[in-house]
């Protein structure tokens, strides 16, 4: 056996070299990638629909507002005191008020909600 290395090794050493090189400089890509690809991938996500989203109203509101929907507008029982109903109005029109970059039309709806369930509530 003799000190010198087989050509047929010397190419297999650099075959690997460059093998370990080409891996190393694609991981390198794929890592500065993949920030861009996963928030794709998370505003994708965002954009099916969900079961855990369908405790939300779906629609439109209606030509003439009903009870039931005076009731989901502000998240209270359509049977609410006037106190529920007064807090529950306080804290969306909080949210939603146009002085705050809340919509006009919300703070209309709002209001109409409260006006209909303290007309129709008990103390």
């Known amino acids: 056996m ?3 290395a087989d050509s047929s090794t010397g190419g297999t050493l650099i075959a690997v070299g ?3 090189a080409a891996a190393a400089f694609a991981g390198r890509h794929a890592f500065r990638l993949w920030k861009p690809v996963q928030q794709m991938i998370v505003e994708t996500v965002r954009t099916i629909p969900s079961p ?3 405790a939300y109203y779906k629609g439109g ?3 003439k507002m009903s009870k039931r929907e005076a009731s989901l507008v502000l998240g209270v ?3 609410a005191s006037r106190t529920k109903i007064g807090e529950a109005h306080k804290r969306i029109m ?3 008020h146009p002085d705050k970059g809340g919509s006009p039309f919300l703070a209309a709806k709002i209001n109409e ?3 209909l369930l ?3 509530s008990k103390k």
């Open 77 to 79: 029982s359509p049977s």
């Open 118 to 120: 303290d007309s129709s």
């Open 52 to 54: 855990s989203f369908s």
């Open 61 to 63: 509101f209606e030509a």
């Open 2 to 4: 003799s000190g010198h």
């Open 18 to 20: 460059l093998s370990v």
């Open 94 to 96: 909080l949210l939603n």
């Open 113 to 115: 909600a409260k006006d």
